[in-house]
């Protein structure tokens, strides 16, 4: 599994810089994309820099990178649905696979009788958002 975060209109990001990153998330099929806006904070390097770059550009540039994620990671997790993954009991009824980050992925639904802090062989049943089913 694969993991990356990027910051979204950073001082002098250019339409070329977005597309490039678009092309970027696209050809690379990371599993888990976060996208995040650059904020200007008083007192540091960037806050200073020209090609401030406007709120609403940022906005929409992120919902882009997101929405190309979420069908990358959608794709991604429906492939799983029929397989044997190991998971992590970390609480009855939810787990993860070495997939999901604890507390920023989805988790996987599992029977409740499975002991917290146990691995399970289970197979993958569904999906629904970035969570999956197992049983």
């Excluded at 694969?2 to 810089?17: K, L």
């Excluded at 994309?33 to 906005?59: I, N, R």
């Excluded at 787990?95 to 002991?115: C, F, K, M």
Aim: with cysteine; charged share 30%.
């Amino acid at each position: 599994a694969f993991r990356s975060n990027f910051i979204v209109g950073y001082p002098g990001e250019t339409e070329e810089d977005h597309d490039e990153l678009l092309h970027f998330v696209e050809e690379a099929q990371v599993d888990w994309c976060g996208f995040f806006a650059y904020s200007p904070e008083d007192g540091t390097y960037a806050a200073d820099l020209d090609g401030q770059v406007e709120a609403g550009l940022v906005a929409d540039r992120l919902a882009e990178l997101r929405e190309l994620q979420d069908r990358i990671t959608a794709r991604r997790r429906d492939e799983l649905i029929g397989r044997e993954v190991e998971v992590l009991v970390d609480a009855p009824g939810i787990a993860r696979t070495h997939r999901e980050a604890p507390e920023i992925d989805g988790i996987v639904s599992v029977p409740d009788d499975l002991a917290a802090g146990t691995f399970a062989t289970l197979t993958v049943t569904g999906a629904l958002g970035p969570d999956l089913e197992a049983r």
